[in-house]
Every structure is written in structure tokens, then in C-alpha cells.
């Protein structure tokens, strides 16, 4: 058959069946996506700028692409609740693949401020003496070159610095803005590896302790990869289930509701084996994200091994990002199984709170403590999602927005306790620091009284919000344990304010480096939220619960 002849067939075919006509051409409501769009736009410039840019003016550059990025994100965020987006507004965008609505507004804020705080601290370059004439931050010269070799010192020496931790950072907060909207399966998926992959790099890249970094990088990396997995094929068995991978259309079938079933996926929607075991793999990669007990093994060590302004980034933003997802599967698309999900998350947030509670106490790393307190946190707030009411909704989007500023400041304040080696992370070294530095001292103290829940901080606001919603909710006993958690927490903070207050300073112990006016500001708005959320947190609460309703 001649090639005219079988292109002549191929078009009869195509005029006869006509299928043009039925491609609908994707409709975007770029205006309602503008934060996330902005914040991927300028992570494209910021690889432009890596590529183009001479090298000793990239530092500025791309510190300035971020920070416009980030504040104009955060603006097209407000501009959208005020125009009622995120109450009687409120919808199902991209073609359904995102929800713009109250919870997802108000993560984004959170997560975009709490990133621009964090990139402060990214951004700060007295802290180490200078190097070669050239001054330093907290990450590698080289990335590339194995630590310790000729190459990294030349590295060094040439004063080259790692500015691609700029895009990456706003790599990940794209992700990580998705992630809590994403209305469909696959784009929560997708979000969930945007924001991943940058922050497996950016644990590898601390200037000191390099291999000790790099390690908490590869684990992170693998333990993330079987999260991945594990929810990868959650999404493939609920797709099994419900033939779609929409939220709507799956909360449908689960409840019943569906109307025009498919024939051929009516055998496959009665059986609930497929839902029940693919609702958990995904929930089990939720809950790897938040850092909640059995999936919180990758915590201390990373949050140990990674440069310290990232570990303080990542431990607010990916909460953050990771808690806006799982209340928005639980309430969206699983309401329907209520009585099957909540006595599992009784568990899991019973064995959290204690679990991260009662390991901390042993630790004598401050970052690690820090680390397995973000743990017990995860339990707390959890306790609000189980509550499955509106006020458990509100509750958690406050206490998590306290929750992230006060970890910022927290992580930027460990960054200025310095000794030779870096920074002085051994709890040992912190002794006396009270009477060298009252100041820092003092700051710190706010924070850990902030996450002991100390009234008068944002922690306390945050845990009574919680609580008081799981009460509600009819999870007491619950708030029992949570209280109980709370009392072994406030031991090993009010210890650690103790050391630094009532012990003498060794002589060699640490100095406290003088900071650049980015990590002051970074601490600085860290302590005024802690206190403004503790004072008069009525405002805020307020702004939670006009947020807190789920568009379906």
C-alpha cells in the first residue's frame, strides 16, 4: 500500500470518528495558582542566574530574586483571601487538580513567610571568621568535591560558595505549597517529590562536619524514597478502588453517592480491602513527613547532620506542608472511614507525644533534642486533627503557623553558639551561657518555654487550642496523655534554661558570634510571634477558623 494511500485512510479515519473537536483545551486560573507560579518562576531565574551570573555577584542576585519571590508570592496570597477566595470563593482549580480555598490559603501563608525567615538565616555570612579574605556561610564551598580532598581546598581558598541553596530552597517551597492544596492524587504525589528532592540535597551541604551531613542526607534520601513508595502505591490501590484519582470523586465512592457508575469498575468499588490498605500507605507517608512515631527514625540524625538554617527550615515548612495534606485527606476524601482511621491515629499520637517526649530527655545534642521535640509536636497537633470538627481544623492551622516560627528562631539561635570546631551543639558547652550572653540566653529560654507551652508564649495558645478541640471532639483521654507528655517536655527544656542560667561557664567554653541583621531579623520576628500569638492570640485564632472549612 502506497504511503498516500494509508495517509488518505488515516484522515477519512480522523474526520469520520472527528476527535479534534473533543480535546478540550486545559483551562488555568493562573490568578488563583500566582503564589505557587511566582515561587517556581523565580527558581527558574535563580538556575538562570547560576548559569549567567559572574560568580562573586550570584550571592546578591539570587538572595534578592528570593526574597522578592517570596514576598510577592505572600502578597498574591493575601490579595486571593481578600478577594474571598478562601471562604465564599472558594474552589477546585487546574482542572481539579488544586483546591484554592480557606486551609490551603492560609498554609501557603504560613509556609511562605516561615520560607522567607528561614532564607535569612540560609543567607547569613558573618558567622564564621572569614576565609582567605572572603567571608563564608554555613555550606560547602564545593558541593561536589569530596570532603577533605585538594579540590575542596581550593574550593575554599578561591572563595567559591554554594548559591544554588537559593533556588533550591524555592524548589522546595513550590513543592511544599501544592502539597497541602493538591485536590487529586497524582498532583499530591508530584508535590510531594518537588519538595523532596531539593531538601535531600540541601542536608548534604554543610560546610562543617561535612561527612557527618552527608550521611544524614543519604538517610534521609532512602527513607524518603520508601515513603515515596509506600504512598505511590497507596495511590495506585485507590485508583483501583475508585477508578479516579480526584478526591471528590473517591470521598463519593466511599460514601456511596457515586451516581452513572462505570460497569466496569462497579465489582472493584465494593471492595475494601483495596481501600482500607491503600488509605494507610498513604497516610504512612504522610505521617514519615510529619515525623510522627513508628516513621520518625530519619529525624534526629537529619535534623542532627544537615546545615543548621536548613534543619530549621525544614523542620517548620515541611510540617507545615505535611499536616495541610493529611487533614486534607482525612476530611476530604476519607470522612467517609472516620471510624476505621481514628482509633489508628489514636495510636500513632499517643505513642508520639510520649515517644518524643521520653527520648528527648536523654539527649545531650541540642539539635537533637530539638529534634525529638519536633516529634512530641507532631503528636500534639495531631491530637487536633483527630478531632474531626471544624475547631480541630482551625486549632491545627494555629498551632502550626506558632509552631513554625518559633523552630525558626530556635535552629538560627543554635547557629550563634560557636567554638572552634563550628557550631557548639553538645549540650555540655551551653553551661553558663547565661552569664556570657544573657541576651541569646534569654531568647533561646522564650523558645523553649514557647515549646513547653508556658502561658503567656505561642505554644501555650497553640496546645490549648488543640486540646481543647480533641476534648470536644470526644478524645479526652487523648488530652490526658497530652498533658502528661507536655509536664516530661517542660522537664528537659526548663533543664536546658537551667544549664545556661545557673551554671558556671566553663573557660573555653563557646563565644557567641555576632549575627548579620539577617539572622537577627529571622530571630527577632521568631520571638515577636512567640509572644504576640501568647499575648493576644484572639486575632489569629479568629483568621484560623474563617479558614478553616474545606472546599469539596
Not at 488563583?32 to 515561587?39: E, G, M, N
Request: aromatic share 10%.
Amino acid at each position: 500500500m502506497s504511503a498516500s494511500a494509508v495517509h488518505s485512510l488515516w484522515t477519512t479515519a480522523a474526520t469520520a470518528a472527528d476527535p479534534i473537536s473533543k480535546i478540550d483545551s486545559p483551562k488555568i486560573e493562573y490568578g488563583q495558582l500566582s503564589p505557587t507560579l511566582i515561587v517556581l518562576g523565580a527558581a527558574i531565574i535563580g538556575v538562570l542566574v547560576e548559569a549567567f551570573v559572574p560568580r562573586k555577584h550570584r550571592y546578591y542576585a539570587q538572595l534578592f530574586v528570593s526574597v522578592v519571590a517570596l514576598t510577592a508570592a505572600f502578597a498574591a496570597v493575601v490579595a486571593l483571601a481578600e478577594g474571598g477566595y478562601g471562604t465564599t470563593k472558594a474552589r477546585i482549580a487546574a482542572m481539579g487538580a488544586i483546591a484554592v480555598d480557606g486551609p490551603a490559603l492560609f498554609l501557603q501563608g504560613t509556609i511562605l513567610l516561615a520560607a522567607l525567615v528561614g532564607l535569612f538565616t540560609f543567607a547569613e555570612r558573618r558567622l564564621d571568621p572569614e576565609v582567605h579574605g572572603n567571608r563564608v556561610d554555613s555550606f560547602a564551598a564545593q558541593a561536589a568535591s569530596v570532603p577533605g580532598s585538594d579540590s575542596e581546598q581550593a574550593a575554599v581558598k578561591a572563595g567559591f560558595a554554594t548559591t544554588e541553596v537559593f533556588p533550591l530552597l524555592l524548589f522546595a517551597v513550590a513543592g511544599m505549597l501544592v502539597f497541602p492544596s493538591a485536590n487529586d492524587l497524582l498532583t499530591l504525589f508530584i508535590a510531594l517529590e518537588v519538595f523532596s528532592l531539593p531538601l535531600y540535597l540541601l542536608c548534604a551541604l554543610a560546610r562543617r562536619k561535612r561527612l557527618m551531613s552527608q550521611e544524614a542526607a543519604v538517610k534521609y534520601f532512602l527513607l524518603g524514597a520508601f515513603a515515596s513508595a509506600f504512598t505511590l502505591f497507596g495511590i495506585a490501590l485507590l485508583y483501583g478502588y475508585a477508578g479516579s484519582v480526584s478526591y471528590g470523586t473517591i470521598a463519593q465512592v466511599v460514601d456511596g453517592t457515586i451516581q452513572n457508575v462505570n460497569p466496569a469498575l462497579a465489582d472493584t468499588m465494593g471492595n475494601d480491602a483495596l481501600l482500607l490498605v491503600g488509605a494507610a500507605m498513604i497516610v504512612m507517608g504522610l505521617l514519615f513527613k510529619v515525623g510522627a512515631v513508628p516513621f520518625h527514625m530519619w529525624t534526629p540524625d537529619v535534623y542532627q547532620g544537615a546545615p543548621t538554617p536548613v534543619t530549621g527550615f525544614m523542620a517548620a515548612a515541611t510540617k507545615v506542608a505535611a499536616f495541610g495534606a493529611l487533614l486534607r485527606l482525612l476530611y476530604v476524601v476519607l470522612p467517609g472511614l472516620r471510624w476505621d482511621w481514628r482509633p489508628v491515629m489514636w495510636g500513632v499520637a499517643i505513642v508520639t507525644m510520649l515517644g518524643g517526649a521520653i527520648v528527648a530527655i536523654t539527649q545531650t545534642d541540642i539539635k537533637r533534642l530539638l529534634a525529638y521535640s519536633s516529634i512530641a509536636h507532631a503528636g500534639f497537633i495531631l491530637a487536633g486533627v483527630i478531632a474531626t470538627t471544624p475547631d480541630g481544623v482551625s486549632s491545627v492551622l494555629f498551632y502550626l503557623a506558632a509552631y513554625s516560627f518559633v523552630t525558626i528562631g530556635a535552629f538560627a539561635v543554635v547557629t550563634l553558639v560557636r567554638d572552634a570546631g563550628g557550631e557548639a551543639t553538645h549540650l555540655s558547652k551551653w553551661a553558663g551561657l547565661g552569664r556570657r550572653s544573657p541576651l541569646v540566653a534569654a531568647v533561646f529560654a522564650v523558645f523553649l518555654l514557647a515549646f513547653a507551652g508556658i502561658p503567656l508564649t505561642s505554644g501555650f495558645a497553640g496546645k490549648f487550642a488543640v486540646f481543647k478541640a480533641a476534648a470536644e471532639g470526644g478524645a479526652a483521654p487523648l488530652v490526658v496523655v497530652g498533658v502528661i507528655s507536655s509536664a516530661i517536655a517542660a522537664f528537659f527544656y526548663i533543664r536546658v534554661i537551667v544549664l545556661m542560667f545557673f551554671s558556671e561557664p566553663r573557660p573555653d567554653g563557646p563565644t557567641v558570634a555576632v549575627p548579620s541583621p539577617l539572622t537577627m531579623t529571622a530571630i527577632a520576628v521568631g520571638v515577636a510571634v512567640t509572644l504576640v500569638l501568647g499575648v493576644a492570640p484572639q486575632y489569629f485564632l479568629d483568621l484560623a477558623n474563617q479558614a478553616g472549612v474545606f472546599v469539596r
